[in-house]
């Protein structure tokens, strides 16, 4: 009898286990790559324009920010993003997002960053750093094939 609550009492902590999401939550779902960094807003110059970007509280944000102002010269790559490789490797967390949007600040391995323009669908693992507030007039400023870009906090 003491075996068989043992082995009932087991069955049933499993069951509230996995139906209350005991186990480890999927890469897509971490908060470190979802929650808006307080006081986090860089400004990003593309020509005579200039866009903010609200930026995420992970590690790799906090890397990033450390290189700033930084004026790099970003490459075309795929019609839908520019990249620049850092000098330095940044900490990553990275996840399949499925879906990338306009605006959203990329880090692709642990030392490229990318600047998407337009929203694709990608299998592709990204440590997001941030997104641009409101992208309008993105696509313009960056259509052309490699453009210097400045990056500062606000």
Do not use: H, R, W
């Amino acid at each position: 009898m003491k075996y068989s609550f043992l082995i009932l009492f087991a069955l049933l902590s499993m069951i509230v286990c996995s139906a209350s999401s005991c186990e480890k939550n999927d890469e897509n779902s971490n908060s470190e790559n979802t929650i808006p960094m307080v006081n986090g807003k860089v400004k990003i110059k593309v020509g005579s324009q200039t866009f903010t970007a609200t930026l995420l509280e992970n590690s790799s944000v906090k890397a990033f920010k450390e290189m700033l102002p930084l004026t790099i010269n970003m490459s075309e790559l795929n019609n839908n993003e520019k990249y620049y490789d850092l000098p330095n490797s940044l900490p990553t967390n990275s996840s399949n997002p499925g879906t990338i949007k306009n605006g959203d600040l990329m880090l692709y391995g642990s030392k490229t960053l990318v600047l998407f323009y337009k929203t694709i669908s990608t299998s592709y693992s990204y440590t997001k750093l941030g997104s641009i507030d409101d992208p309008a007039g993105l696509v313009t400023a960056l259509e052309t094939a490699n453009v210097t870009v400045t990056f500062e906090m606000e």
